[in-house]
């Protein structure tokens, strides 16, 4: 049975021309090579699968071709058919990851000294060169300084900041970027044009969005999607082997966002984890969406290789949201996958996501007001007496269970009202409280949930009163450090100057707290939520 090889060893670039994605470095190193310039030695720097062990092998072949062509190995001469077979003895690949101690570089200073073998350049490639030990790097910066006129060394690496400056110094330096999508979705149809393969346009996109810029892991995948498939490459099997989510799971996540059903949402992730998906790609593939909703509500276009479905959420979706709301999503699912690459629990941080997304969309409930509240907002001579307190009265209609209000939760204290009129409306605190919430979140997840957990119940003068359930909550957002961010954040939103006074609410217990009620609505559990004293 002749022997196999993968299809990124088969499909890699043999000249500069063929080099994907990366036209300015392969000008550059052309041009060189063409008129005498070559350098003693070469970095070459960049995420995996971009092209660095192509382009130094490029380089070799380049150098000791025996026919080139303005820069270009032939890809014909004894030469570089020997470097393309891997069997050219003036080039020496080395993994400084397995041969990283000084010890090897002191082998490798005495063997730099013997002339080529049968090529004009003896050619090292050293790949991974940030894992070499420092004094590796010391031993080598000599040899680097002053090396024989026979040899170039090309290291490379992905991670370049771990590379001593002195080391970059001495080197040419050459950054190679992720391969654009488009490019990645050309050579994989050309690949499969070549090898007879039956591919969908769709299963490509899935593919080059997956292997985010790495040509390589792009062609690894259709090698395995096409052994998979026994040599069809569709939208399916590309799911199934990667376990990816499609447009429509992630446009239903958006309609139950725009519904505020978390319990919707909930599900769907819970689908989602049954059947064995990577939820890290969903939340990016979310991320995605979120970005086309953007652009389709400031420029009013949609996507052109976006699927008619997905145009007609897209278009649905963007009436469903506000700009506001959208940069929320977008900044609630970065922290999500974030948690979902360096967390253990992979499924909680996106339900928790959801719902809290879900909870910030809720209609706010409307405050009950006693007459004396309503005719304090008509305008009154500066005599007038100041309203008394809000007093709780029962409503006179049954309210809609999706509408809950905060103060069912707690009893707040009762709130001592001075002579001095208030200077700001309560009303109008309570509208902008989760803007005040976001702002904190963007600097501190925990205060955000303490701020969120917290209850505006009154305003005298400047100073607005705000309820906490817990002591360490109030003795948090209190604090000399705090306070006075959350003064300043909340007397540019309301427009006067405001001093914050913190209370800790009366325990209350109540079957009817928001949060069990939610917990029993989205996981359907109500025998295994504890009601606290």
Same mark, same amino acid.
């Given at each position: 049975?002749?022997?196999?090889?993968?299809?990124?060893?088969?499909?890699?670039?043999?000249?500069?021309?063929?080099?994907?994605?990366?036209?300015?470095?392969?000008?550059?190193?052309?041009?060189?090579?063409?008129?005498?310039?070559?350098?003693?030695?070469?970095?070459?720097?960049?995420?995996?699968?971009?092209?660095?062990?192509?382009?130094?092998?490029?380089?070799?072949?380049?150098?000791?071709?025996?026919?080139?062509?303005?820069?270009?190995?032939?890809?014909?001469?004894?030469?570089?058919?020997?470097?393309?077979?891997?069997?050219?003895?003036?080039?020496i690949e080395i993994d400084a990851a397995s041969n990283r101690s000084i010890d090897d570089v002191r082998d490798l200073r005495e063997k730099v000294r013997f002339a080529p073998t049968s090529g004009t350049y003896k050619v090292y490639?050293?790949?991974?060169?940030?894992?070499?030990?420092?004094?590796?790097?010391?031993?080598?910066?000599?040899?680097?300084?002053?090396?024989?006129?026979?040899?170039?060394?090309?290291?490379?690496?992905?991670?370049?900041?771990?590379?001593?400056?002195?080391?970059?110094?001495?080197?040419?330096?050459?950054?190679?970027?992720?391969?654009?999508?488009?490019?990645?979705?050309?050579?994989?149809?050309?690949?499969?044009?070549?090898?007879?393969?039956?591919?969908?346009?769709?299963?490509?996109?899935?593919?080059?969005?997956?292997?985010?810029?790495?040509?390589?892991?792009?062609?690894?995948?259709?090698?395995?999607?096409?052994?998979?498939?026994?040599?069809?490459?569709?939208?399916?099997?590309?799911?199934?082997?990667?376990?990816?989510?499609?447009?429509?799971?992630?446009?239903?996540?958006?309609?139950?966002?725009?519904?505020?059903?978390?319990?919707?949402?909930?599900?769907?992730?819970?689908?989602?984890?049954?059947?064995?998906?990577?939820?890290?790609?969903?939340?990016?593939?979310?991320?995605?969406?979120?970005?086309?909703?953007?652009?389709? %509500?400031? @420029? #009013? *276009?949609? !996507? +052109?290789? &976006?699927? $008619? /479905? =997905?145009?007609?959420?897209?278009?649905?979706?963007?009436?469903?949201?506000?700009?506001?709301?959208?940069?929320?999503?977008?900044?609630?699912?970065?922290?999500?996958?974030?948690?979902?690459?360096?967390?253990?629990?992979?499924?909680?941080?996106?339900?928790?996501?959801?719902?809290?997304?879900?909870?910030?969309?809720?209609? %706010?409930? @409307? #405050? *009950?007001? !006693? +007459?004396? &509240?309503? $005719? /304090? =907002?008509?305008?009154?001579?500066?005599?007038?007496?100041?309203?008394?307190a809000p007093q709780r009265r029962a409503p006179e209609t049954p309210r809609s269970s999706s509408v809950v209000d905060l103060a069912e939760r707690r009893a707040a204290p009762r709130v001592e009202v001075g002579a001095e009129p208030?200077?700001?409306?309560?009303?109008?605190?309570?509208?902008?409280?989760?803007?005040?919430?976001?702002?904190?979140?963007?600097?501190?997840?925990?205060?955000?949930?303490?701020?969120?957990?917290?209850?505006?119940?009154?305003?005298?003068?400047?100073?607005?009163?705000?309820?906490?359930?817990?002591?360490?909550?109030?003795?948090?957002?209190?604090?000399?450090?705090v306070r006075p961010e959350l003064e300043r954040q909340l007397a540019d939103l309301v427009g006067s100057g405001v001093r914050v006074r913190c209370v800790l609410a009366r325990a209350e217990t109540s079957s009817d707290d928001p949060?069990?009620?939610?917990?029993?609505?989205?996981?359907?559990?109500?025998?295994?939520?504890?009601?606290?004293?």
């Open positions: 049975m002749p022997e196999r090889r993968a299809l990124y060893l088969r499909y890699r670039s043999q000249t500069f021309a063929e080099l994907v994605g990366q036209e300015p470095v392969a000008r550059t190193l052309r041009n060189a090579i063409a008129h005498g310039q070559v350098s003693h030695a070469y970095l070459l720097t960049g995420p995996r699968g971009t092209g660095k062990t192509s382009t130094a092998r490029l380089i070799a072949k380049a150098v000791n071709c025996l026919r080139p062509k303005d820069g270009e190995p032939c890809d014909e001469c004894e030469h570089c058919v020997a470097i393309r077979d891997g069997r050219f003895l003036d080039l490639v050293v790949d991974e060169v940030h894992q070499l030990s420092g004094d590796a790097f010391n031993a080598l910066l000599k040899t680097l300084e002053e090396p024989p006129a026979h040899v170039i060394f090309v290291l490379a690496t992905t991670e370049a900041h771990k590379v001593p400056p002195t080391i970059v110094s001495r080197t040419q330096r050459f950054d190679l970027r992720r391969i654009p999508h488009r490019l990645v979705v050309e050579t994989l149809r050309a690949i499969c044009a070549r090898e007879s393969f039956r591919c969908e346009d769709a299963a490509l996109e899935a593919i080059a969005r997956h292997a985010s810029g790495s040509l390589r892991d792009a062609e690894s995948i259709l090698d395995q999607v096409a052994t998979f498939g026994d040599g069809a490459v569709t939208q399916k099997e590309v799911a199934d082997l990667l376990g990816l989510a499609d447009a429509d799971e992630v446009a239903a996540l958006f309609d139950a966002l725009a519904a505020s059903d978390a319990a919707r949402g909930v599900a769907l992730v819970e689908h989602l984890v049954d059947d064995g998906r990577d939820l890290r790609e969903f939340t990016r593939r979310s991320l995605d969406h979120s970005r086309a909703l953007v652009v389709a %509500q400031t @420029t #009013r *276009s949609i !996507p +052109p290789e &976006a699927s $008619e /479905s =997905a145009a007609a959420a897209l278009e649905r979706q963007a009436k469903a949201f506000t700009l506001a709301r959208l940069a929320r999503v977008v900044r609630r699912l970065t922290e999500v996958d974030v948690e979902l690459k360096y967390g253990e629990v992979s499924s909680l941080s996106l339900e928790l996501a959801i719902a809290e997304l879900c909870v910030d969309a809720a209609p %706010q409930p @409307t #405050r *009950s007001e !006693p +007459p004396a &509240a309503r $005719e /304090s =907002a008509r305008p009154t001579p500066p005599s007038a007496r100041p309203s008394p208030p200077a700001y409306a309560l009303e109008t605190v309570v509208s902008v409280w989760s803007t005040v919430v976001d702002r904190f979140r963007a600097k501190s997840m925990g205060l955000a949930t303490h701020l969120a957990l917290a209850e505006p119940v009154g305003v005298s003068g400047q100073v607005l009163t705000l309820s906490f359930a817990n002591d360490f909550a109030r003795a948090k957002v209190s604090s000399d450090t949060m069990l009620r939610a917990a029993r609505e989205i996981f359907r559990k109500p025998d295994r939520i504890l009601e606290v004293e």
